[in-house]
C-alpha cells in the first residue's frame, strides 16, 4: 500500500510517498480502508523529531496520522461489534498518512450513511482531546468561562462548540482579524488578539461587570506551554483549573506557588497519543455517545479548512506550520488511489 513515511527528520519535504506492507488484523483490532486522513500539530512535532511514536509503534516504517476515516476490510479476533463494510473514524496512535491503518477496535466511531467520511475525518482527535481535558480532567461546567488558546485551530473551533453545546462560555485567544471574526460566528463569547492585547487583562474585563474586573477564567486549555504558564496562573479564576495539552512554546518554566495556593488553582499536563489503549477506548466511549453523537447530528459541525492529495502532504504540512488553516487540513487518500 502507499503511505507516507518519515526516513529522517526535518522539513515538511522529508515527507515521503512509500510502498510499505499492508497491515493486518490481529485478536481485537480490525483493518480501515483510509478514506481521509487529518492532520494534527502533533504530526508537525513528530516530523520535526519532537515527538516519538509511543510503544509499541511501527519501527520499520514511521507513519505519522493520529486519526482516520474510511471502511472496515477485515477484523481479527474477538472483534464482535464490528463488520466488514462498516463506516468508521478512528483515534489512532500512529499511521493515518496510509491507504490502509490498524486500529484497536475500541478506538473506531460509526459514521452513519449520509455523513461525510471526509468531514468524519476531522473529529477523532479534536472531539477526544477536548472531551478528556475540559470535560473530564477539568470538569467545565455550566455556566463557567472557557479560555481556549488558538481559538481558529481544529481544537480550538472544536472546543468552543463543545463548551457551548454545555451552556459554558467561551472567550478565546486568535493572531488574527479573520480567525477572530470566524470564532465569533462559531458561538464565542469573546475573542482576545493576542499580537494586540494582554490576555490576563482581557478576560478579567471579559469575566467582569462592566465596571469591575472579573476573576478570570475557569478553565483554560493551552497549547502554548512554558510561554504562557505563568500568565495562564494569572488569568485562572479561584478554583481554576489548567489543562496544558502543547508544547509550543517551550517546555521548562517557574510557577509562582504563592498564587497559585490561596486561589486553589489546579495544573494539568496530558497527552492523548501515549495513554494505555484502555484508557483511549474509554474517552471514545465516552464521546461516542455524547458529542459524537451531536456531531453526527448535525449539532457540532466539523470545521475543515482545506484538503490535499496523500501526495500533497508536505504542502498541507506547509500550511499548518504557517498557522494559515482555521479548523482542520485533511489528506484525501481514497481519492488519491
Not at 60 to 87: M, N, Q, Y
Not at 120 to 127: C, D, G, I, K
Request: net charge negative; with cysteine; glycine share 12%.
Amino acid at each position: 500500500m502507499r503511505a507516507i513515511t518519515l526516513t529522517e527528520h526535518g522539513g515538511p519535504d522529508v515527507l515521503t510517498v512509500s510502498e510499505i506492507p499492508s497491515p493486518t488484523a490481529r485478536p481485537g483490532s480490525v483493518v480501515v480502508d483510509v478514506h481521509t486522513a487529518g492532520l494534527n500539530r502533533a504530526d508537525l512535532l513528530q516530523r520535526q523529531g519532537h515527538y516519538n511514536p509511543p510503544a509499541g509503534a511501527n519501527t520499520e516504517h514511521e507513519v505519522p496520522g493520529l486519526e482516520v476515516s474510511g471502511t472496515i476490510s477485515s477484523i481479527g479476533d474477538g472483534v464482535t461489534d464490528w463488520a466488514v463494510g462498516d463506516r468508521v473514524a478512528a483515534l489512532l496512535a500512529e499511521g493515518g498518512y496510509a491507504e490502509q491503518v490498524e486500529v484497536p477496535a475500541g478506538q473506531l466511531l460509526a459514521v452513519p450513511d449520509g455523513f461525510s467520511l471526509a468531514e468524519a475525518a476531522a473529529l477523532p482527535e479534536v472531539l477526544c482531546t477536548v472531551h478528556s481535558n475540559v470535560f473530564t480532567a477539568a470538569g467545565l461546567a455550566p455556566g463557567e468561562w472557557l479560555l481556549v488558546h488558538g481559538g481558529g485551530s481544529g481544537i480550538g473551533t472544536a472546543a468552543i462548540q463543545m463548551a457551548k453545546s454545555h451552556g459554558a462560555k467561551v472567550a478565546v485567544t486568535v493572531g488574527s482579524d479573520r480567525k477572530g471574526d470566524f470564532c465569533r460566528d462559531l458561538g464565542a463569547d469573546a475573542v482576545i488578539n493576542y499580537k494586540e492585547e494582554d490576555f490576563v487583562e482581557r478576560i478579567r474585563e471579559i469575566t467582569g461587570d462592566g465596571d469591575t474586573p472579573g476573576d478570570g477564567a475557569d478553565v483554560i486549555l493551552d497549547v502554548v506551554g512554558a510561554k504562557y504558564l505563568d500568565r495562564n496562573i494569572k488569568a485562572l479564576a479561584v478554583d481554576g483549573r489548567l489543562t496544558i495539552i502543547g508544547l509550543q512554546g517551550g517546555v521548562k518554566a517557574e510557577a509562582n506557588l504563592g498564587r497559585m495556593l490561596p486561589r486553589r488553582l489546579t495544573v494539568m499536563a496530558t497527552t492523548l497519543r501515549a495513554r494505555p489503549e484502555a484508557q483511549k477506548a474509554r474517552i471514545v466511549a465516552a464521546v461516542a455517545q455524547t458529542f459524537w453523537q451531536e456531531a453526527m447530528n448535525g449539532g457540532i459541525k466539523p470545521i475543515v479548512d482545506s484538503e490535499f492529495p496523500l501526495a500533497d502532504a508536505a504542502q498541507a504540512h506547509a500550511r499548518m506550520e504557517a498557522g494559515e488553516n482555521i479548523g482542520k487540513i485533511l489528506l484525501s487518500v481514497a481519492a488519491d488511489g
